[in-house]
Nanobody, 116 residues
Framework: QVQLVESGGGLVQPGGSLRLSCAAS????????MSWYRQAPGKERELVAS??????GNYADSVKGRFTISRNTQNTVYLQMNSLKSEDTAVYFC???????????WGQGTQVTVSS
């Protein structure tokens, strides 16, 4: 079992920045990849960014150049969000996949609201 706990969400003005954190515990040494997803009201959950154990990050086109995903050796993953826009408003979820089981784990989500 892996537990994921997000933090760092909140209210920010357009153009501002936030940093989300996701701390993994339990059998975190089995985690292969970690990602951030988001879900806005009335929309499907979408992948924002992902990072492998090798440190390679992949991003949705809508956040490229504005968001940066990183991961430390203790399996905490961060999402640095700059130049935030109103359309970035959503609940952000941390996600992990373990190896070799391929099990998926989700955090409880953290609200990000971009508004003036």
């Amino acid at each position: 079992q892996v537990q994921l706990v997000e933090s760092g969400g909140g209210l920010v003005q357009p153009g501002g920045s936030l940093r989300l954190s996701c701390a993994a515990s339990g059998r975190s040494s089995s985690i292969r990849s970690m990602s951030w997803y988001r879900q806005a009201p009335g929309k499907e959950r979408e992948l924002v960014a992902s990072i492998t154990t090798g440190g390679n990050g992949n991003y949705a086109d809508s956040v490229k150049g504005r968001f940066t995903i990183s991961r430390n050796t203790q399996n905490t993953v961060y999402l640095q969000m700059n130049s935030l826009k109103s359309e970035d408003t959503a609940v952000y979820f941390c996600h992990a996949v373990t190896f070799p089981s391929g099990f998926n784990y989700w955090g409880q989500g953290t609200q990000v609201t971009v508004s003036s």
